[in-house]
């Protein structure tokens, strides 16, 4: 995360009236993470670049926040504690089809984010993004794609996406991604449970 108190007040004044001419009149900005400390840090952020924030720390609260008032922009966690995030993107666009979203997650996966692109999402950060990605990303024009890594993906990176990506066509569904794998369950679960291998 950056840090703002270095910056002088003149600069300040300067990037904020950028930001705001990126953002247009619409500026409300819902933040679903369950990591409270990121959450309020996030937000503190995102404030000085001119969005009107809200958050929100579960699955529950983000939907029952985009049900409220659909936000413009929305930046949400795709683990939290009582679901998936794609849930609430899924509320979000049942409200509002122009906003634009982004997912951020430390369980970096390509089957996930291309779910997440299906369902409206802009792009699709791992953590830990700072404030200036998720600025970018918010507001990047249509067309723009965010830089190739440099470093291809280990075999056990590719194995994981094989299996992310099995189990998003099924619906995250344990029982039938282990059955087309030909996998136990159990173990299945195991490997669903840990963060992707780099």
């Known amino acids: 995360m950056t840090d703002e108190s270095q910056t002088d007040p003149q600069t300040a004044r300067t990037t904020l009236?950028?930001?705001?001419?990126?953002?247009?009149?619409?500026?409300?900005?819902?933040?679903?993470?369950?990591?409270?400390?990121?959450?309020?840090?996030?937000?503190r952020a995102m404030e000085t670049r001119g969005f009107a924030v809200e958050i929100a720390a579960s699955v529950e609260e983000g939907i029952a926040k985009s049900n409220a008032t659909p936000p413009k922009y929305a930046v949400i966690d795709l683990r939290l504690g009582d679901g998936n995030g794609l849930d609430v993107i899924e509320a979000i666009r049942q409200r509002r089809d122009d906003t634009r979203i982004i997912i951020l997650t430390g369980y970096g996966n390509i089957a996930t984010a291309v779910t997440a692109v299906k369902l409206g999402a802009l792009d699709y950060l791992s953590k830990p993004a700072d404030a200036d990605d998720v600025f970018h990303?918010?507001?990047?024009?249509?067309g723009e794609r965010a830089e190739l890594p440099e470093?291809?993906?280990?075999?056990?990176?590719?194995?994981?996406e094989h299996i992310q990506r099995v189990y998003e066509s099924c619906e995250r569904n344990v029982s039938e991604t282990a059955r087309r794998l030909n996998m136990h369950r159990r173990t299945l679960q195991?490997?669903?449970a840990k963060r992707a291998p780099k």
């Open 190 to 192: 195991r490997i669903l």
């Open 137 to 142: 990303a918010l507001t990047q024009r249509p």
């Open 17 to 43: 009236a950028t930001d705001e001419l990126l953002l247009g009149p619409d500026r409300s900005l819902l933040i679903v993470d369950d990591d409270g400390p990121f959450l309020r840090r996030l937000a």
């Open 151 to 160: 470093n291809p993906m280990s075999a056990d990176r590719v194995r994981w």
